[in-house]
């Protein structure tokens, strides 16, 4: 009983941590099978630069996880190897001051 209790008022204690947007831009949004899109990652945070990793997924399953760079940027070339419609999503894993965030989903199309 009395474990449980004050690991939980240790919790509320913490500094919150900050909160982050993953935001990606594209270098394009329809590809020929084979090509690849450029992904241009950025995180933000409004009271520190967010560090760490953030990972690419296609169709939900994760591609490639990447280190961000001091300034909370990281670019992948994702190579299109699939016809149709795809969805890609980055998501940032967080840290121990800053909270995790996905970007949204972008759908890429592949002919």
Do not use: E, F
């Amino acid at each position: 009983g009395k474990a449980s209790v004050s690991a939980t008022s240790n919790r509320t204690n913490k500094v919150a941590k900050a909160t982050a947007t993953t935001s990606v831009s594209y270098s394009k949004s329809t590809v020929k099978k084979g090509q690849k899109v450029k992904l241009s990652i950025k995180v933000t945070s409004p009271t520190t630069t967010p560090r760490g990793t953030v990972r690419v997924y296609q169709n939900g399953k994760r591609v490639k996880s990447l280190k961000l760079s001091s300034a909370g940027k990281a670019s992948y070339s994702l190579k299109m190897t699939k016809k149709g419609l795809r969805k890609v999503k980055v998501t940032y894993v967080g840290s121990s001051t800053v909270r995790s965030d996905s970007s949204p989903t972008k759908k890429i199309r592949v002919k």
